[in-house]
C-alpha cells in the first residue's frame, strides 16, 4: 500500500514536470517574437530609444557569441568618422563581448555599420560627465542581464581582446568589482576633489570596468549622483557615486598600474618603438590618439601572436620529434630541444667561439677589440630578456610569487649558422612573494638560450616600382624566372611568362639610372670617371643618363666642356649634359639641382667623380631601389694613400685589407627616386663645406622609416664600387663636427694596420726611437711630433 502511493506520487511529478516543460516552451516560442517586436518595428530592423537621434541600439543576445563584456566608448560627433570608425575596426572587432559608442543627441556617422547610441540631452562639452553616467544608466536599462561586466572607456584607448577575456575570467563576475587604475588625483589637486582620507577612483583614461552587480547598485541612483558632483572630474565623480551606493571603491593593486597602461609622454605615447614591457604586459594602452597609431598598434600585436604561434608550432614538431625517436633511428635535428652543443666541430678551425659583451662588446670578430654594442645587438637582448622573464613568470600566479628582470650583468653570444643563436647570460633579478611569508630577495642567475632560426621563407618580389602586387608567383615561376634572367633560353621568358608580365619585367631590368655627379675643376680626376662611364655604361648601351653639376669658380671650363662634347658625339643617343652653376663649391646645392631637373618616378643615382663601378652595380641599384619602399645606401671600398697601395685604376677591384677599406661611415654615394628624396625634404642647403649633407640626409631617410614601416634604407657593402684615392684637404674654417669628420676620414685612407706595421718593422731608425721611449729616451717624443705631418 505504502509502496503504491510512492509510485504513484512519482509518476504525478513526472507528468507535471513534463507539462510545466512543454508550457515554458510554448510561452517562450510566442512570447519571444512579441518581446522582441517592442525593440523591432516592422521591416524587423532595430528602433532606437526615445528622443535617441540616429542611433544604433545594441542587442546583446544576436550580435557575438560571447557576453563576457559590454564596452562602452565615450566619444564626440567629430571623431565619430575617423577615431571611433578606427577605434571599432581595429581592437572593437576582437572583443570578448559588444561595443558601442556613445555621443551627444542627434550625433550620425557616415558609416552604418558603428554602433552608434546618441544620448538626447547630452552635449559634446567638457567635462563629460553627463555622457559617462546616462552612458552606464543605458547599459543598465538595455544591457544589464546581457552581459557579466561592464567597461568605460574613451576613444583613446587600446584594448588587448584577448588579454582582456583571460582576466576577466580570472574574476567572479557575481561580487561587487569596481577595476581599473586607483588614482588619487596628483599633487595639484590633493583636497580640492572631496575625497575622504584613503578614498580613491578609477582613472577613466586606461579604462574602468564594473562587475554586473556594482551596475545594479549604482545606476538607480544615478539622478542623485549628477546633482550632487564635486569636481569637475568625471572618473572622480563616477568612482564617488559607485563607492557610496555600491558599497566598493577602485582595486588597490600594484600590478593595476601595469594592466591598465597609462603613458605619461602626451602626444608622443606609443608614437615610436613599441617592443618594451609596459606595452607587452598591458591589457589597456591609453593614449592613443591618431587612427594612424591605433592600426599600428593593432599590426604590432597581431605580429606578436603570429609569432606565439609559430613558437607553439615548434613545441608541437619538437613533440612530434621526440616520439619519432621510439619509432625511428633518425630524426630531424632541426626539430631538436634546444642545445648548446648541437653543432660537433670536427676541425680545430670549426670551433664556434664566443663574445663576450657587458656595456661594451669584446669581439675578436672586429679590429676594434672593444666597442659599443650596435643597437641591433641592444634591441635583439632586450627582446630576448623579455621573452625569457615572461617565460619564468608564465604560472607566477599560481605559484605566487614573481621574478622581475633587474640588470644584465654580463653575458657570451655566439651564431651556430645551422641552428640559432646562443647566449650565456648573467643575470641581476629580484624574487618577489606575496603570498603566506612576503618577501622580496636579490638572486643572481645564470641562464643559457637559445634562439632558434625559423624555416625559410620565400617572398614574392614586387612589380617594376616596387608598389603594386606581385609580378609573377615565385613558388610557382621560379624555375621560369631562373632561366629568364639567367639568359640562356633565348626567347623562353617570352613565351613562358604573360605579355603584361614580360613586359614589366623588361621594364623593371631596364628603368634609367640617372647619374648626378657634382665637380669642381679636377679635369684629370673627371676623364677617369669619364672613361668608366664609357666602358661600363654608354658602350653597351645600358639605359643611364649623366648630368654633371659643375661650379668653375672662376676658373675656366672649356677642358670639361669639351670632354663632354666629345662624349656626347659618340653616344648621341644618350642624355649627358653639363650643368653650369655659380658660387663656391656645395654638394649639396649642387644634388638638389641636378635631382629637380628630373620627373618624380626618376630613379637617381648619387655619385662623385673619384668613384669608379663595374657593370654589375646597375643592376643592384636598380633591385634595391623601390618607389617609396626603399632607398639604397652602398657601402664603399676605399683605396689607401698610393704610396701604401700599390694598386691602380686597372686592378682598383682586387679588395684586400693591404689595398683599402669599407667606408662603413661614409653616406654619399646613394640611389633613390626622386618622389622619395622630395619626401623627406632634400638636402639642408645651410650645410657647407666637406661632408655632412649626406649624412644628414641619410638620417632624415632613417626617420622617415620609423612614420611609415613599409619604407626601408637598404644598406650594403657593394664589391662593385670603389672610392679611388685621391688627398683630403681639412679647411681649418669648417665646424667642429666636419672637421672631426674629415680628419678622421683623412687619417683612415693613409694606409691598412699590417702595412703599417710592417713598415715600422722595417725602418730600424724608427722602431728602435719607439723602444727607446719605453726606457725613458726622448726620441719617442720628437717621434710623435712629426706623426701628424706624415698623415
Same mark, same amino acid.
Given at each position: ?139 543598465? %536599462? ?146 592613443? !590618439? ?87 645587438? !641592444? ?114 621568358? !617570352? ?212 612614420? %611609415? ?83
Amino acid at each position: 500500500m505504502r509502496l503504491a502511493r510512492v509510485w504513484d506520487l512519482t509518476v504525478r511529478l513526472l507528468i507535471g514536470g513534463f507539462i510545466g516543460y512543454l508550457i515554458f516552451y510554448l510561452l517562450d516560442r510566442n512570447l519571444s517574437p512579441c518581446l522582441s517586436d517592442m525593440f523591432q518595428g516592422s521591416s524587423g530592423e532595430p528602433v532606437p530609444p526615445a528622443s535617441a537621434g540616429k542611433s544604433v541600439p545594441i542587442d546583446g543576445k544576436s550580435k557575438s557569441p560571447s557576453r563576457l563584456l559590454f564596452v562602452g566608448v565615450m566619444t564626440a560627433a567629430k571623431f565619430l568618422d575617423t577615431r571611433a570608425l578606427s577605434v571599432y575596426r581595429t581592437w572593437g572587432q576582437k572583443l570578448p563581448g559588444q561595443m558601442a559608442f556613445f555621443s551627444s543627441e542627434g550625433s550620425t556617422s557616415s558609416y552604418p555599420d558603428l554602433p552608434l547610441i546618441a544620448l538626447p540631452g547630452v552635449t559634446d562639452a567638457y567635462p563629460p560627465q553627463k555622457k559617462s553616467f546616462l552612458m552606464l544608466k543605458y547599459m543598465h %536599462d538595455h544591457l544589464l542581464d546581457d552581459f557579466e561586466w561592464f567597461m568605460r572607456a574613451d576613444d583613446d584607448v587600446f584594448v588587448r581582446g584577448d588579454k582582456m577575456e583571460d582576466f576577466l575570467r580570472s574574476l567572479n563576475s557575481s561580487k561587487p568589482l569596481f577595476i581599473g587604475q586607483a588614482g588619487m588625483g596628483n599633487k595639484d589637486e590633493f583636497g580640492m576633489l572631496s575625497l575622504a582620507p584613503g578614498e580613491n577612483f578609477c582613472m577613466g583614461g586606461p579604462g574602468i570596468i564594473i562587475s554586473r552587480e556594482v551596475l545594479r547598485r549604482m545606476a538607480p541612483n544615478i539622478q542623485y549622483c549628477l546633482k550632487h558632483l564635486y569636481s569637475t572630474h568625471e572618473d572622480v565623480e563616477v568612482g564617488r557615486c559607485i563607492r557610496k551606493f555600491a558599497g566598493v571603491p577602485c582595486a588597490w593593486s600594484y600590478e593595476m598600474q601595469t594592466i591598465f597602461y597609462h603613458n605619461g609622454s602626451g602626444s608622443l605615447a606609443f608614437t615610436r618603438d613599441l617592443h618594451s614591457k609596459e606595452v607587452h604586459r598591458a591589457i589597456t594602452l591609453h593614449p592613443v !590618439k591618431t587612427s594612424q597609431h591605433l592600426y599600428r598598434i593593432q599590426n604590432y600585436y597581431n605580429a606578436l601572436k603570429g609569432s606565439i604561434l609559430r613558437q607553439e608550432v615548434v613545441g608541437l614538431q619538437r613533440d612530434v620529434n621526440d616520439m619519432n625517436t621510439f619509432l625511428y633511428e633518425k630524426t630531424d635535428s632541426a626539430l631538436a630541444r634546444p642545445n648548446l652543443y648541437r653543432f660537433r666541430p670536427q676541425h680545430p678551425d670549426e670551433v664556434l667561439e664566443w663574445e663576450f659583451f657587458s656595456k661594451t662588446l669584446y669581439s675578436h670578430l672586429d679590429y676594434n677589440p672593444r666597442r659599443s654594442p650596435k643597437f641591433s645587438m !641592444k634591441w635583439a637582448l632586450n627582446d630576448l630578456i623579455m621573452q625569457m622573464m615572461d617565460s619564468i613568470n608564465r604560472y607566477s600566479k599560481q605559484r605566487g610569487r614573481i621574478i622581475d628582470f633587474k640588470d644584465l650583468l654580463y653575458g657570451f653570444q655566439r651564431v651556430d649558422p645551422l641552428h640559432a643563436v646562443h647566449y650565456v647570460l648573467d643575470l641581476h633579478l629580484v624574487y618577489r612573494r606575496y603570498t603566506g611569508r612576503k618577501m622580496t630577495a636579490p638572486v643572481r642567475r645564470h641562464a643559457h638560450l637559445e634562439q632558434a632560426f625559423g624555416p625559410l621563407q620565400l617572398v614574392e618580389e614586387q612589380n617594376c616600382l616596387g608598389t603594386g602586387p606581385a609580378v609573377y608567383d615565385l613558388k610557382r615561376d621560379f624555375g621560369d624566372i631562373i632561366r629568364y634572367y639567367s639568359g640562356g633560353a633565348g626567347n623562353f621568358a !617570352k613565351n613562358s611568362l604573360s605579355d603584361e608580365e614580360y613586359d614589366c619585367a623588361v621594364a623593371a631590368g631596364n628603368v634609367t639610372v640617372h647619374f648626378i655627379v657634382p665637380i669642381s675643376g679636377r679635369l684629370e680626376t673627371l676623364s677617369r670617371f669619364l672613361t668608366v662611364m664609357e666602358h661600363v655604361c654608354f658602350s653597351r648601351n645600358e639605359s643611364v643618363s649623366l648630368t654633371l653639376m659643375h661650379f668653375a669658380q672662376g676658373l675656366s671650363s672649356d677642358g670639361i666642356a669639351g670632354k663632354v662634347r666629345e662624349l656626347k658625339g659618340r653616344f648621341p643617343s644618350h642624355l649627358i649634359e653639363l650643368v653650369e652653376l655659380a658660387g663656391n663649391f656645395s654638394r649639396a646645392r649642387a644634388l638638389q639641382e641636378g635631382a629637380a631637373r628630373f620627373l618624380p618616378n626618376s630613379l637617381l643615382f648619387f655619385v662623385d667623380v673619384d668613384m669608379a663601378f663595374e657593370g654589375g652595380l646597375l643592376h643592384r641599384v636598380r633591385r634595391s631601389t623601390k618607389l617609396h619602399r626603399m632607398v639604397y645606401y652602398p657601402v664603399v671600398f676605399s683605396q689607401y694613400d698610393p704610396k701604401t697601395n700599390t694598386e691602380t685604376l686597372e686592378n682598383a677591384f682586387h679588395l684586400t685589407e693591404d689595398n683599402g677599406y669599407w667606408r662603413q661611415f661614409g653616406y654619399g654615394i646613394a640611389s633613390m627616386y626622386r618622389a622619395d628624396f622630395d619626401a623627406v625634404g632634400g638636402f639642408d642647403l645651410n650645410i657647407t663645406g666637406w661632408g655632412k649633407e649626406d649624412v644628414d640626409l641619410f638620417e632624415r631617410f632613417i626617420k622617415h622609416g620609423e612614420g %611609415d614601416t613599409r619604407f626601408t634604407v637598404f644598406r650594403a657593402v657593394d664589391p662593385g664600387l670603389v672610392h679611388i684615392y685621391h688627398p683630403i684637404i681639412c679647411d681649418a674654417a669648417l665646424s667642429d663636427a666636419q672637421l672631426v669628420m674629415c680628419l678622421g676620414t683623412r687619417a683612415a685612407s693613409v694606409s691598412g694596420g699590417r702595412t703599417l706595421a710592417r713598415s715600422l718593422l722595417n725602418d730600424t731608425e724608427m722602431l728602435n726611437a719607439g723602444w727607446s721611449g719605453f726606457t725613458g729616451s726622448s726620441a719617442l717624443d720628437s717621434q710623435t711630433t712629426t706623426m701628424p705631418s706624415a698623415h
